[in-house]
C-alpha cells in the first residue's frame, strides 16, 4: 500500500484521471500546438473580415481629410447636447433643496465667520449637482445616442433621405431598448412612448424643413463645416508652434555651438 502511495503515476491518475502519463507528451504537445494553430487562424481570420468591413464602409465614418463624415458628428453633437441638458437638469433637481436642508441640518453650527459657512454649503451644492446632474446626464446621453446612431443610419441606408419614417423606427427601438430590462410589458410601453415621441420628432422636423427649405444634410454639412474649421485652424496652429520651437532650437543650438568654438580656441 505505502509502495503504491510513493507511485506519482498512481496518484496523478487518481486526482487526474484525464491526464496521459510521461510517455505520451509529445502527443500532447502535439495537441497543443494544433490548438493554439487553429485559435491563431480563427483570430487573424475575424481580423480579416473586420478590416475588410472597415474598408468597405470606412467612407461612412471618415472623409478624405480624415475628419469624422457630417453624419457621425450630428451623432456625437446630438450625444454631447443630451448628457449636457440631461446633466443641467438632473442637477437642478437634485440642487433645489440643499439650502434649505443645509440650514437645518446647521442651525445650532457655530462657524468662525459667514465665509466658512458660505464655503461648506458651496461644496455641499456641487456634491449635490455632480451626484444628479451625472447620472441623468448619462441616461439622456445614452438615449441621444442610440436615437440619433439609428435614425442617422436610416438616413443614409434609404440613399440620403429623411422623413418620419427615420425617427418613428429610431424612437421604437431605442424605447424597446430602455424598458426592456422591464420584461415585456415594460418593452411594449417603451416601444410605444419611443415610437409617439419619434413621430413628433419627425413631425416637427419635417415641418422646421419645409417651411425653412433646408433639407436635413444641409445642416449636417453647415455643422461639420465649423468643426472642420475648428480642427483645421488647431492643425495650422501647432504646425507654426511647431516650426517656431525648431526654429528656437536651431538657434539656442548654433549659439552652443559658437561657444564651444570660442572656448576650444
Known amino acids: 500500500m505505502l509502495r503504491l502511495l ?38 487573424n481570420h475575424n481580423l480579416s473580415k473586420v478590416e475588410n468591413f472597415w474598408n468597405k464602409y470606412e467612407k461612412y465614418f471618415y472623409d478624405e481629410k480624415g475628419y469624422p463624415t457630417k453624419e457621425v458628428q450630428s451623432v456625437g453633437s446630438a450625444t454631447f447636447i443630451g448628457f449636457m441638458t440631461g446633466f443641467a437638469l438632473g442637477g437642478m433637481y437634485k440642487l433645489k433643496d440643499v439650502p434649505q436642508k443645509h440650514r437645518d441640518e446647521n442651525q445650532v453650527t457655530l462657524y468662525e465667520n459667514k465665509f466658512v459657512m458660505q464655503r461648506d454649503l458651496q461644496r455641499k451644492v456641487e456634491l449635490a449637482t455632480f451626484k444628479g446632474g451625472f447620472p441623468f446626464g448619462i441616461r439622456v446621453g445614452l438615449f441621444c445616442f442610440f436615437f440619433s446612431s439609428i435614425s442617422t443610419f436610416l438616413y443614409v441606408y434609404r440613399n440620403y433621405t429623411f422623413d418620419i419614417l427615420n425617427p418613428m423606427i429610431s424612437g421604437a427601438v431605442t424605447g424597446f431598448l430602455f424598458k426592456m430590462n422591464m420584461g415585456i410589458k415594460g418593452s411594449i410601453s417603451g416601444t410605444v412612448i419611443g415610437t409617439i415621441l419619434g413621430t413628433i420628432y419627425g413631425c416637427v422636423t419635417q415641418f422646421i424643413l419645409f ?55
Not at 7 to 27: E, K, L, Q, V
Not at 220 to 248: C, G, H, P, T, W
Request: net charge positive.
Open 211 to 265: 417651411v425653412t427649405g433646408v433639407e436635413i444634410g444641409d445642416t449636417y454639412k453647415a455643422a461639420a463645416n465649423l468643426m472642420n474649421k475648428r480642427r483645421d485652424l488647431i492643425k495650422e496652429n501647432v504646425k507654426k508652434m511647431s516650426n517656431e520651437e525648431k526654429s528656437q532650437i536651431q538657434i539656442m543650438h548654433e549659439k552652443n555651438y559658437k561657444m564651444r568654438e570660442m572656448v576650444d580656441k
Open 6 to 43: 510513493r507511485n506519482r503515476r498512481w496518484i496523478c491518475a487518481t486526482i487526474f484521471p484525464f491526464t496521459s502519463s510521461a510517455g505520451d507528451d509529445s502527443n500532447d504537445k502535439f495537441k497543443i500546438a494544433n490548438v493554439w494553430n487553429s485559435f491563431i487562424s480563427f483570430t
